[in-house]
């Protein structure tokens, strides 16, 4: 375990020396570490002063606290398009219950909080009050399309939160067995001096 350790240390060293000593590679490397690629919506991450680990850490953190910031914007336009569906379904439920009540000469008069909505929906003018039957049953046959297709968006959106959700258990993944190598380097270094 000490060979290997010291073995990954050397060529990191070496490796580490001989982009440095390369122009070109070197100044690829400082422009990505600490110029514009590391900028973004939370803010740049100046690394010039902090050492390799803490550098790779701060990146970690960074790309996992972005992770989070999308996932719970996903997870928001999940919970607003689950809420635009369950008031779709009310309406229909609403016009389901003007269909089950009487009718005077074939006319259904509906509430006024159903007008509103119906003519929210851009079904119908929210000043009209009396529908026939066949008006109500292609009311609702629109609404059932509207919510069709916001159950294909939410499936999409779906796939999209369970991808986030990887990428973030990925990102603490990373994160944790990175702080766990660099303990196991630091007790294996702290151990062969001993």
């Given at each position: 375990m000490i060979v290997t350790t010291a073995a990954s240390l050397l060529v990191g060293v070496v490796a580490g020396t001989g982009i440095m000593m390369n122009d070109q590679?070197?100044?690829?490397?400082?422009?990505?570490?600490g110029g514009s690629a590391t900028n973004n919506s939370i803010g740049q991450i100046d690394i010039t002063s902090m050492d390799i680990e803490t550098a790779l850490m701060a990146v970690q953190q960074q790309r996992t606290q972005l992770l989070d910031t999308q996932l719970n914007n996903q997870i928001q336009d999940v919970q607003k398009r689950n809420e635009e569906i369950a008031k779709k379904n009310d309406t229909m439920a609403e016009i389901n219950g003007a269909l089950a009540g009487?009718?005077?000469?074939?006319?259904?008069?509906?509430?006024?909080?159903?007008?509103?909505?119906?003519?929210?929906e851009g079904i119908a003018d929210a000043s009209k009050?009396?529908?026939?039957?066949?008006?109500?049953?292609q009311a609702t046959e629109k609404l059932k399309g509207s919510i069709d297709n916001l159950s294909n968006s939410q499936q999409m959106d779906m796939l999209q939160l369970q991808s986030m959700t990887n990428k973030r258990n990925e990102a603490f993944d990373?994160?944790?067995?990175f702080i766990k190598k660099m303990e196991d380097s630091r007790s294996s270094i702290i151990g062969n001096m001993r």
């Amino acid at each position: 375990m000490i060979v290997t350790t010291a073995a990954s240390l050397l060529v990191g060293v070496v490796a580490g020396t001989g982009i440095m000593m390369n122009d070109q590679a070197y100044q690829s490397v400082k422009q990505a570490v600490g110029g514009s690629a590391t900028n973004n919506s939370i803010g740049q991450i100046d690394i010039t002063s902090m050492d390799i680990e803490t550098a790779l850490m701060a990146v970690q953190q960074q790309r996992t606290q972005l992770l989070d910031t999308q996932l719970n914007n996903q997870i928001q336009d999940v919970q607003k398009r689950n809420e635009e569906i369950a008031k779709k379904n009310d309406t229909m439920a609403e016009i389901n219950g003007a269909l089950a009540g009487e009718s005077v000469n074939g006319q259904y008069l509906i509430p006024d909080d159903l007008a509103a909505k119906l003519a929210a929906e851009g079904i119908a003018d929210a000043s009209k009050k009396e529908y026939t039957a066949e008006e109500l049953i292609q009311a609702t046959e629109k609404l059932k399309g509207s919510i069709d297709n916001l159950s294909n968006s939410q499936q999409m959106d779906m796939l999209q939160l369970q991808s986030m959700t990887n990428k973030r258990n990925e990102a603490f993944d990373v994160m944790s067995n990175f702080i766990k190598k660099m303990e196991d380097s630091r007790s294996s270094i702290i151990g062969n001096m001993r």
